[in-house]
């Protein structure tokens, strides 16, 4: 095997014999900001993953090791994210009560599963699967993700008790519970949160005009969740808030992450390997669209099956280091990026310094209110919150806008794995229906011109004894029929009929059924005294034709263009 093609596997091999000082510069500096805003995100959404605090150290420091050997990004960053977390907490909760070891360790059997099924993904090239969600039905599944999680924590800022995975068991579980608010636990979250919400519209200009550059004001407001961690954090200590009911994060280990080893018991692996592939689908689709934006900023190159395979190894490392399933992020790749980073060594640079942290601050987030932690996720997933996709998609296609109506309701109601399967089976059949009845004109020549438009929208010229039809779509079993009885009904409407044409320059593919159909036509023409002609039929096309009996049976000929099928026809036209 050569080094270029075991390089395919091993992406780092080819940017690591580029690298250089530059890029070192770059990638440490990067690295040391992402290590900032990494610390408290890690925390929250092990949080929200139902997972101890240390959890979330754990499952960014071995994912972003393996990824920057196996991903082909430069500024992807790797960890736990929330829409992943929610599914994550949604697939195990089924399964066991939160903090318990039963729990934990279905945590990692949830990210082994994930690992592998994106690792034989990527290794068959199988990456095409993820085209199955559509952007609509994406975007309204994070937008309902959002809500959830978001409602998910209130509980936390409110220092009561609730459970739930939809939107109506969160709030049946909150409602028994609202006599019993901790009114300084209430004060810390409420105050977090409006600090991390001005955070992000106004610490920018305030630094912009203290005399910080733009690049550097952005990046130091977005690493603001820090300093409401430390000062919160110094709160709790200094007041002694524990006493008085504001729940804290406690001890967290001082160590590196552990090795564990997932479990590997049937029952456990049927239980969870539909969470896992919808774990996935979503995490490659947000990861891949994240990599392929910052990417083309600095025209570099996106392997999309390599990125399977480079997040299959992530979430491996991650069920085997006492993690979760983890991503590529879209906030901390952001950062990542306008914080200079080079190459995917800033995530190893950004995984020892979590490991520096995991070893010896820990002791300082002890007195973390776990209210902070809420306040900080509310805040990050409110803004993936996009509520106007419901109106864009009602504008544009209602088709879209069932799907997208469809995803947000199930997924608020019945819950995150519900939601997302639904959005695809509804985006599949309506793509299913649409393909179904494919678009087919009537078309007529533009007078003066060899251009062939659709006589409903355009003054042409038709003639009485051809038919001239444009079939829109690639033709296989759901549309053929439709095809054939379409035909047949124009054909009946025109008495004086001796030719067909069928223009196929929007007919990418044919298939057996569609050719039984195209044969079923061809014979009914005969039959009735009319001859059958198709043109602009596409190289692929003409090739599979080419190998059955239709041509030699076709009752007419094959046109290079419908002008010269148009042409050839006049001239033949029956005597008045």
Same mark, same amino acid.
């Given at each position: 095997?050569?080094?270029?093609?075991?390089?395919?596997?091993?992406?780092?091999?080819?940017?690591?014999?580029?690298?250089?000082?530059?890029?070192?510069?770059?990638?440490?500096?990067?690295?040391?900001?992402?290590?900032?805003?990494?610390?408290?995100?890690?925390?929250?959404?092990?949080?929200?993953?139902?997972? *101890?605090?240390?959890?979330?150290?754990?499952?960014?420091?071995? *994912?972003?090791?393996?990824?920057?050997?196996?991903?082909?990004?430069?500024?992807?960053?790797?960890?736990?994210?929330?829409?992943?977390?929610?599914?994550?907490?949604?697939?195990?909760?089924?399964?066991?009560?939160?903090?318990?070891?039963?729990?934990?360790?279905?945590?990692?059997?949830?990210?082994?599963?994930?690992?592998?099924?994106?690792?034989?993904?990527?290794?068959?090239?199988?990456?095409?699967?993820?085209?199955?969600?559509?952007?609509?039905?994406?975007?309204?599944?994070?937008?309902?993700?959002?809500?959830?999680?978001?409602?998910?924590?209130?509980?936390?800022?409110?220092?009561?008790?609730?459970?739930?995975? =939809?939107?109506?068991?969160?709030?049946?579980?909150?409602?028994?519970?609202?006599?019993?608010?901790? *009114?300084?636990?209430?004060?810390?979250?409420?105050?977090?949160?409006?600090?991390?919400?001005?955070?992000?519209?106004?610490?920018?200009?305030?630094?912009?005009?203290?005399?910080?550059?733009?690049?550097?004001?952005?990046?130091?407001?977005?690493?603001?969740?820090?300093?409401?961690?430390?000062?919160?954090?110094?709160?709790?200590?200094?007041?002694?808030?524990?006493?008085?009911?504001?729940?804290?994060?406690?001890?967290?280990?001082?160590?590196?992450?552990?090795?564990?080893?997932?479990?590997?018991? *049937?029952?456990?692996?049927?239980?969870?390997?539909?969470?896992?592939?919808?774990?996935?689908?979503?995490?490659?689709?947000?990861?891949?669209?994240?990599?392929?934006?910052?990417?083309?900023?600095?025209?570099?190159?996106?392997?999309?099956?390599?990125?399977?395979?480079?997040?299959?190894?992530?979430?491996?490392?991650?069920?085997?280091?006492?993690?979760?399933?983890?991503?590529?992020?879209?906030?901390?790749?952001?950062?990542?990026?306008?914080?200079?980073?080079?190459?995917?060594?800033?995530?190893?640079?950004?995984?020892?310094?979590?490991?520096?942290?995991?070893?010896?601050?820990?002791?300082?987030?002890?007195?973390?209110?776990?209210?902070?932690?809420?306040?900080?996720?509310?805040?990050?997933?409110?803004?993936?919150?996009?509520?106007?996709?419901?109106?864009?998609?009602?504008?544009?296609?209602?088709?879209?806008?069932?799907?997208?109506?469809? =995803?947000?309701?199930? =997924?608020?109601?019945?819950?995150?794995?519900?939601?997302?399967?639904?959005?695809?089976?509804?985006?599949?059949?309506?793509?299913?229906?649409?393909?179904?009845?494919?678009?087919?004109?009537?078309?007529?020549?533009?007078?003066?011109?060899?251009?062939?438009?659709?006589?409903?929208?355009?003054?042409?010229?038709?003639?009485?004894?051809?038919?001239?039809?444009?079939?829109?779509?690639?033709?296989?079993?759901?549309?053929?029929?439709?095809?054939?009885?379409?035909?047949?009904?124009?054909?009946?409407?025109?008495?004086?009929?001796?030719?067909?044409?069928?223009?196929?320059?929007?007919?990418?593919?044919?298939?057996?059924?569609?050719?039984?159909?195209?044969?079923?036509?061809?014979?009914?023409?005969?039959?009735?005294?009319?001859?059958?002609?198709?043109?602009?039929?596409?190289?692929?096309?003409?090739?599979?034709?080419?190998?059955?009996?239709?041509?030699?049976?076709?009752?007419?000929?094959?046109?290079?263009?419908?002008?010269?099928?148009?042409?050839?026809?006049?001239?033949?036209?029956?005597?008045?």
């Amino acid at each position: 095997m050569t080094l270029r093609s075991f390089a395919r596997y091993l992406p780092i091999l080819d940017w690591g014999r580029q690298y250089d000082r530059t890029a070192f510069t770059g990638d440490i500096v990067a690295a040391l900001i992402v290590t900032i805003m990494l610390i408290p995100q890690s925390l929250a959404y092990a949080l929200l993953a139902g997972l *101890p605090p240390e959890a979330g150290i754990y499952a960014s420091i071995a *994912p972003i090791l393996l990824y920057a050997v196996f991903g082909t990004s430069r500024a992807l960053a790797v960890g736990p994210v929330a829409v992943v977390s929610l599914m994550t907490a949604a697939a195990v909760g089924n399964i066991a009560a939160t903090g318990t070891a039963g729990y934990a360790a279905a945590a990692l059997t949830l990210a082994l599963l994930s690992g592998l099924i994106l690792l034989t993904l990527g290794l068959f090239r199988l990456g095409f699967i993820a085209n199955f969600l559509s952007h609509p039905v994406i975007a309204g599944f994070i937008t309902a993700s959002g809500l959830l999680i978001a409602a998910s924590q209130l509980r936390h800022l409110l220092g009561i008790q609730g459970e739930g995975n =939809t939107l109506i068991e969160i709030a049946t579980g909150l409602w028994p519970h609202l006599s019993e608010v901790n *009114p300084v636990t209430l004060a810390l979250g409420v105050s977090a949160t409006a600090f991390l919400f001005w955070v992000r519209k106004g610490l920018k200009p305030l630094l912009r005009r203290a005399g910080l550059g733009p690049r550097m004001a952005d990046l130091v407001a977005k690493t603001g969740p820090v300093l409401a961690i430390v000062v919160t954090t110094l709160l709790t200590w200094g007041l002694d808030l524990g006493a008085q009911g504001v729940a804290i994060v406690g001890e967290v280990p001082q160590s590196l992450p552990p090795l564990t080893l997932p479990s590997l018991r *049937p029952e456990l692996i049927r239980q969870l390997f539909v969470p896992a592939l919808l774990i996935s689908v979503i995490g490659f689709v947000e990861s891949i669209s994240v990599a392929q934006t910052l990417a083309a900023k600095k025209r570099q190159r996106i392997n999309p099956d390599q990125e399977l395979i480079g997040l299959g190894a992530a979430n491996i490392g991650a069920a085997f280091t006492g993690g979760f399933p983890v991503t590529g992020g879209f906030s901390r790749s952001v950062v990542n990026y306008d914080a200079g980073a080079e190459t995917p060594a800033a995530g190893a640079y950004t995984a020892a310094g979590l490991a520096l942290a995991a070893l010896f601050l820990t002791p300082l987030i002890h007195y973390l209110p776990k209210a902070t932690l809420a306040a900080t996720i509310i805040v990050a997933v409110l803004s993936l919150v996009d509520v106007s996709i419901l109106r864009r998609a009602w504008g544009f296609s209602r088709a879209d806008f069932a799907a997208v109506a469809v =995803t947000i309701l199930l =997924t608020l109601t019945l819950g995150v794995e519900v939601g997302v399967t639904a959005g695809v089976a509804t985006s599949v059949l309506v793509h299913l229906y649409k393909t179904s009845r494919p678009h087919i004109a009537v078309v007529g020549r533009v007078p003066g011109t060899e251009h062939f438009r659709n006589v409903r929208r355009h003054d042409v010229e038709t003639q009485s004894h051809v038919l001239s039809l444009r079939v829109d779509e690639s033709l296989y079993f759901p549309n053929a029929r439709f095809l054939e009885d379409e035909l047949m009904r124009y054909a009946a409407d025109k008495p004086e009929l001796s030719d067909v044409v069928l223009m196929f320059p929007a007919v990418n593919d044919i298939d057996l059924s569609a050719l039984e159909s195209l044969e079923a036509i061809n014979t009914r023409l005969r039959d009735a005294g009319v001859r059958l002609h198709l043109s602009e039929v596409k190289g692929p096309v003409m090739d599979r034709l080419k190998r059955c009996h239709f041509l030699q049976e076709l009752t007419g000929e094959v046109f290079l263009s419908q002008h010269a099928a148009i042409c050839a026809l006049e001239r033949r036209a029956p005597a008045a």
